[in-house]
């Protein structure tokens, strides 16, 4: 009875000091909460910079989502759905924003703000932040992936990737004549469904033919030569276990750990690889003589002489459409998107910029000494399929492409248009 009168006592006096608690809130400046994917703290600094230069006019603090992409969405998806005043800004994976766009959970930019954080963006990136033909969020960093290789592997093989655009099949081939492993991710997962979009797009076809349409609407690009010709590079890299026996479950850190050691060979992967080695070379954990060996190029090409679509990622930047600070959100994405803070991010948290002319900086050259070939990947990358329904869509695809070993050209696309398209029609469940 104690405790429960205590509780009682403790609930009256919050209710009294909630209105007090309010009220003074509101005589300082608006606090704007940043919901933030999981990193190294490095948009907590840039918050706290914002804050600064904000002078009064709101102040930042972050809030951060679960680590996993799906489970940001969905916590995001929610709270949004019931109109949830406190999420002022997120920080979104960009195959989710056409899912919170389309009921009208981002607000609108005003146009003048969509001009400026529209300037010297990479192409990727602006694609990737567009729904409809306009813009809805705000570009902060950008990911692709790049082809990293062996250089006394790619030499043995006869390619350098470096001066010469190099294909899947010589790829392939070039880690079967040298008896190494090719890295991949093959694993059940969204890293899976970032494979087959790049070759799909980089063989000419989209995974959608028709990504803004309803549901019951949407037709499949996969069995078609673009989709055959992704099956066909999977499948054979799985048959012919050219990515090793731990394909099925590989993913971008297994592949990273794959390629660092004696039977790495080439390997397509996210920018992280390179800190991520620079570190383990610190540590005594692998040799130096490791990262000299490293090369790096533009994404494999589907087809000799045709440009690769490789893959884009990141992180945009979103205004919930039911926040009481709009414009303060507003300016605040600005601030935050700021070239220096794109520098300052991709330095020290590794996370490369979506504005080009932050890959200039000189620490981002000493750091990233590859930051060219990352900017000109992001200019030809091409983010996945931008609809509502990207869930049904990307599950779709890891279930019916998976194993690698069991992707066939002549069945796997249509199997997967069939089991994609039900899903959408509410006649499969995943």
Known sequence: MRRRTRALVAG???????????????????????????????????????????????????????????????????????????????????????????????????????????????????????????????????????????????QAAG??????????????????????????????????????????????????????????????????????????????????????????????NASMSIFQGESGSFMVNWPFVWPATKSAVEDGAIDQAVLDDFGWALYPQVTAGTESRPPYGGINLGVGAFSRYVDQAFAAAECIVQPDNQVYYFVENGNPPSNTTAFDAPEVLEAFPMADVIRQSLEQAAPRPQTPYYNEVSSGLQETWHPPSAVDPERTPQESTDFITAVLRGDQLL
Not at 69 to 75: I, K
Not at 127 to 152: I, M
Not at 178 to 204: C, P, R
Not at 224 to 244: N, Q, Y
Request: proline content about 8%; overall charge negative.
């Open 159 to 252: 390619l350098d990737p470096a001066t010469t655009p190099v294909t899947w099949e010589q790829v392939m081939e070039a880690a079967r004549s040298q008896d190494k492993y090719l890295s991949v991710q093959g694993t059940k997962a969204e890293s899976l469904t970032v494979w087959i979009n790049a070759l799909v797009e980089s063989a000419g076809g989209h995974v959608l033919e028709n990504p803004e349409a309803p549901a019951d609407e949407i037709q499949l690009g996969l069995d078609t030569d673009a989709g055959r010709a992704a099956a066909d590079i999977i499948g054979t890299i799985g048959r012919d276990a050219l990515a090793g026996p731990a394909l099925p479950t590989e993913d971008e």
């Open 12 to 154: 009256t006096v919050m209710a009294v000091l909630a209105p007090l608690a309010a009220c003074a809130a509101e005589s300082g400046p608006p606090v704007l909460t940043w919901y933030i994917n999981p990193d190294d703290g490095g948009q907590a600094e840039i918050a706290r910079r914002c804050t600064d230069e904000a002078g009064g006019e709101y102040r930042i603090e972050v809030s951060v989502l679960p680590r996993d992409a799906a489970s940001q969405r969905e916590q995001l998806a929610r709270r949004l759905a019931a109109k949830d005043s406190s999420i002022d800004l997120m920080s979104l994976d960009p195959p989710f924003i056409p899912e919170l766009a389309e009921p009208g959970f981002l607000a609108p930019i005003p146009q003048d703000v969509a001009e400026r954080v529209s300037q010297n963006v990479v192409q990727g990136a602006l694609d990737g932040a567009t729904w409809k033909d306009e813009l809805v969020t705000v570009p902060f960093w950008a990911n692709t992936q790049l082809l990293w290789y062996r250089k006394s592997v790619a």
